[in-house]
Protein backbone atom coordinates (compact mmCIF):
# COMPACT_ATOMS: atom_id res chain seq x y z
CA UNK A 1 0.00 0.00 0.00
CA UNK A 2 1.04 3.63 -0.75
CA UNK A 3 0.26 6.74 1.39
CA UNK A 4 0.98 10.52 -0.21
CA UNK A 5 0.74 12.79 2.53
CA UNK A 6 0.94 16.74 1.90
CA UNK A 7 1.89 19.09 4.39
CA UNK A 8 2.35 22.80 4.37
CA UNK A 9 -1.09 24.45 3.95
CA UNK A 10 -2.53 27.31 5.59
CA UNK A 11 -3.72 30.79 5.24
CA UNK A 12 -1.61 33.18 3.86
CA UNK A 13 -1.85 36.79 2.68
CA UNK A 14 -2.04 38.13 -1.08
CA UNK A 15 1.35 38.33 -2.29
CA UNK A 16 2.96 36.00 -0.15
CA UNK A 17 4.78 32.50 -0.25
CA UNK A 18 3.83 29.10 0.72
CA UNK A 19 5.93 26.01 0.18
CA UNK A 20 3.73 22.47 0.09
CA UNK A 21 5.04 19.06 0.49
CA UNK A 22 3.78 15.55 -0.48
CA UNK A 23 5.98 12.46 0.87
CA UNK A 24 4.68 8.81 -0.97
CA UNK A 25 5.59 6.06 1.28
CA UNK A 26 4.89 2.44 1.18
CA UNK A 27 5.99 -0.76 -1.08
CA UNK A 28 7.39 1.95 -3.79
CA UNK A 29 9.46 0.43 -6.40
CA UNK A 30 9.67 3.69 -8.40
CA UNK A 31 8.11 6.57 -9.17
CA UNK A 32 7.09 8.63 -12.25
CA UNK A 33 5.33 11.57 -12.95
CA UNK A 34 4.63 13.64 -9.42
CA UNK A 35 2.51 16.77 -9.76
CA UNK A 36 0.04 19.06 -7.79
CA UNK A 37 -3.41 19.99 -8.82
CA UNK A 38 -5.74 21.91 -7.08
CA UNK A 39 -9.63 22.26 -6.90
CA UNK A 40 -11.62 25.50 -5.49
CA UNK A 41 -15.19 25.61 -4.05
CA UNK A 42 -17.86 25.03 -6.94
CA UNK A 43 -14.81 24.62 -9.70
CA UNK A 44 -13.46 20.93 -11.11
CA UNK A 45 -10.38 19.94 -9.75
CA UNK A 46 -7.27 21.75 -12.34
CA UNK A 47 -3.77 20.79 -13.25
CA UNK A 48 -1.13 23.33 -11.41
CA UNK A 49 2.19 21.77 -12.17
CA UNK A 50 4.01 18.60 -12.96
CA UNK A 51 7.24 17.05 -13.10
CA UNK A 52 9.28 14.40 -14.47
CA UNK A 53 11.17 12.03 -12.83
CA UNK A 54 13.77 13.36 -14.73
CA UNK A 55 12.76 16.83 -13.72
CA UNK A 56 10.94 18.02 -16.65
CA UNK A 57 8.50 20.59 -15.64
CA UNK A 58 4.86 21.56 -17.00
CA UNK A 59 2.71 24.53 -15.52
CA UNK A 60 -0.68 26.08 -15.80
CA UNK A 61 -1.04 29.58 -17.47
CA UNK A 62 -2.38 30.67 -14.39
CA UNK A 63 1.08 29.63 -12.08
CA UNK A 64 3.83 30.22 -14.64
CA UNK A 65 6.42 32.78 -13.14
CA UNK A 66 4.65 32.34 -9.72
CA UNK A 67 4.78 28.63 -8.69
CA UNK A 68 8.10 25.79 -9.02
CA UNK A 69 7.40 22.39 -8.80
CA UNK A 70 10.48 20.39 -7.94
CA UNK A 71 11.03 17.00 -6.22
CA UNK A 72 13.59 15.08 -4.24
CA UNK A 73 13.71 12.01 -5.48
CA UNK A 74 15.50 10.49 -2.85
CA UNK A 75 12.90 11.14 -0.07
CA UNK A 76 10.12 10.60 -2.76
CA UNK A 77 8.68 14.01 -2.50
CA UNK A 78 7.80 16.43 -4.51
CA UNK A 79 7.27 20.18 -3.55
CA UNK A 80 5.40 23.49 -4.83
CA UNK A 81 6.54 26.87 -3.73
CA UNK A 82 4.14 29.54 -4.21
CA UNK A 83 5.42 32.52 -4.26
CA UNK A 84 3.15 35.98 -5.38
CA UNK A 85 0.17 34.70 -4.02
CA UNK A 86 -3.46 35.39 -5.46
CA UNK A 87 -6.75 35.09 -3.50
CA UNK A 88 -7.62 32.97 -6.86
CA UNK A 89 -5.01 30.64 -5.60
CA UNK A 90 -7.43 29.65 -2.56
CA UNK A 91 -7.90 26.04 -3.17
CA UNK A 92 -7.40 22.12 -1.80
CA UNK A 93 -4.29 21.37 -3.51
CA UNK A 94 -3.32 18.00 -4.15
CA UNK A 95 -0.23 15.68 -4.68
CA UNK A 96 -0.66 13.11 -7.41
CA UNK A 97 2.08 10.67 -8.30
CA UNK A 98 2.13 7.88 -10.63
CA UNK A 99 4.05 4.97 -8.83
CA UNK A 100 5.17 1.61 -9.46
CA UNK A 101 4.55 -0.59 -6.59
CA UNK A 102 7.14 -3.44 -5.60
CA UNK A 103 6.38 -6.62 -7.61
CA UNK A 104 4.29 -5.03 -10.62
CA UNK A 105 5.22 -4.06 -14.01
CA UNK A 106 3.00 -0.97 -14.42
CA UNK A 107 2.91 2.51 -12.46
CA UNK A 108 -0.64 3.57 -10.54
CA UNK A 109 -2.16 6.70 -10.29
CA UNK A 110 -2.12 7.70 -6.45
CA UNK A 111 -3.73 10.98 -4.74
CA UNK A 112 -3.18 12.91 -1.59
CA UNK A 113 -5.64 14.38 1.06
CA UNK A 114 -5.43 17.01 0.13
CA UNK A 115 -4.57 20.58 1.92
CA UNK A 116 -6.14 23.69 1.89
CA UNK A 117 -4.11 26.72 0.67
CA UNK A 118 -6.45 30.09 1.77
CA UNK A 119 -5.11 33.58 0.07
CA UNK A 120 -6.57 36.39 2.14
CA UNK A 121 -6.17 39.56 3.98
Known amino acids: QVQLVESGGGLVQPGGSLRLSCTAS????????MGWYRQAPGKQRELVATITSGGSTNYADSVKGRFTISRDNTKNTVYLQMNSTQPEDTAVYYC???????????????WGQGTQVNVSS
Open 26 to 33: GCIFSINA
Open 96 to 110: NAHIQYNNTNSYSEN
